[in-house]
Structures are given as structure tokens and as C-alpha cells.
């Protein structure tokens, strides 16, 4: 089961996962799976993806997963028209790209990017994951394509926590 | 002894060329079905 996959991960704060369910329906219900890193880590997505792998969820019974949306720190910078995420503590990076279809969230992705260009600081940033939405098991049959792609919903500026 | 260096040194070229997994510090799952409870 997914918090069971996401508790087992070491870099994740065990104590922090939460299951959330939205009560829709009796049976086949929606839910939410919260998870943080412990204190000075960061959650690997392919450790993740491997951990769900593990579970062996079987197809068929209308499960699986329906968005995963993270929150990742590091500085935002525009390298080859491309907005990245480089990740603190990390040699890893995002590519942040904005929703297309959903207005709010193209707006996200565009407010980001004035921020950047003003010379502000970015903190953190969190939205979807571009490629984990599907039914178990296609979902989990290959790790989605890097590098990662983010679709914004919201970001945090660095000064902002000095208020 | 040659053969074990050479495994040594493809398995580092490897991790040295591996694209970096992207790491967050906290997430949230959306899922759904009776499997994921």
C-alpha cells in the first residue's frame, strides 16, 4: 500500500505520514498520502517508485494513483529557456514547466518566473509531477522520463521567511 | 585481480554518469481504490 511504501522509505519521517481519506464513496475511495523527509534529508522519487513497486499492487480493482504533488527547496534559476529547480543538498534538479489547462496554475508558473527575473530568491517550490497519474500496475511499469518536471501550483520566496 | 578493477571502474563510471533522482522534501499522494488504504 502506498503509505506503507512511502513509511518504509529510510529518509522518510515515518511519524510524518498520514493517510487521509476523502470518504466519496464506500468502497473505491479517494485519498490522500502525506510523507515528509526527516530533518537534513530528502526523499529520492525512484527510491519511492521502487517502494510502491514492491507492494505489488495488482490490477484490475480500479486503484492507483491520481497526482503526486512535492515540495522541493533549492534556487531557480533559467538555464536555455528552461526554468530549473536545483536542488540544495543535492546534484539533482527540476525542470519547472506551468499547467496549460488550469488557469491558477499557469499563473503559479508565471509569478514564479517574474520572481526570478526581478533577482528575488526562490525557497522552495511545490506542484505536480509531470508522468505519475495512472492505474496500478501500468503506472509503475517504468520510472517516468527525466529530469523531472514540475507543474507549479505555488512557490515561496526566500525573504519571506524573514518576516 | 585485473577483472575486479575493471568491474570496480565500470561500476563507478556508472554511478558517475547515472542522471541524479530528483529529491523533495516532502510529498503528497493522491490515490485512489481500495488498495491504497
Known amino acids: ?11 522518510v519521517d515515518a511519524k510524518s505520514v498520514l493517510y487521509k481519506k476523502f ?19 530528502l526523499v529520492d522519487l525512484d527510491k519511492l517508485h521502487e517502494s510502491i513497486w514492491a507492494t505489488r499492487l495488482s ?4 486503484s492507483g494513483l491520481t497526482r503526486l504533488d512535492v515540495t522541493a527547496v533549492g534556487a531557480v534559476v533559467v538555464k536555455d529557456n528552461k526554468t530549473v529547480l536545483n536542488v540544495k543538498g543535492s546534484d539533482s534538479h ?19 518566473s517574474d520572481t526570478v527575473k526581478r533577482g528575488e530568491k526562490i525557497l522552495s517550490v ?7 497519474k495512472g492505474g496500478w500496475p ?19 520566496i526566500q525573504e519571506a521567511l524573514s518576516n | ?24 522534501v ?3 499522494m493522491t490515490v485512489t481504490g481500495a488498495e491504497m488504504h
Open chain 2, 1 to 24: 585481480m585485473k577483472t575486479k578493477i575493471w568491474g570496480m571502474m565500470f561500476g563507478i563510471t556508472l554511478l558517475a554518469v547515472s542522471p541524479a533522482s530528483a529529491q523533495v
Open chain 2, 26 to 28: 516532502s510529498g503528497v
Open chain 1, 23 to 41: 470518504k466519496i464513496s464506500g468502497s473505491y475511495d479517494h485519498g490522500t498520502v502525506k510523507f515528509s523527509a526527516k530533518k537534513g534529508k
Open chain 1, 94 to 112: 527540476f525542470v519547472l514547466i506551468e499547467d496549460t489547462t488550469k488557469e491558477a496554475e499557469k499563473s503559479a508558473f508565471r509569478k514564479l
Open chain 1, 1 to 11: 500500500m502506498a503509505r506503507d511504501a512511502a513509511a518504509r522509505l529510510y529518509d
Open chain 1, 138 to 156: 501500468t503506472v509503475l511499469r517504468k520510472l517516468p522520463a527525466k529530469p523531472r518536471r514540475i507543474i507549479v501550483t505555488s512557490f515561496q
Open chain 1, 126 to 132: 511545490t506542484g505536480r509531477v509531470e508522468g505519475w
Open chain 1, 59 to 62: 490490477g484490475g480493482t480500479r
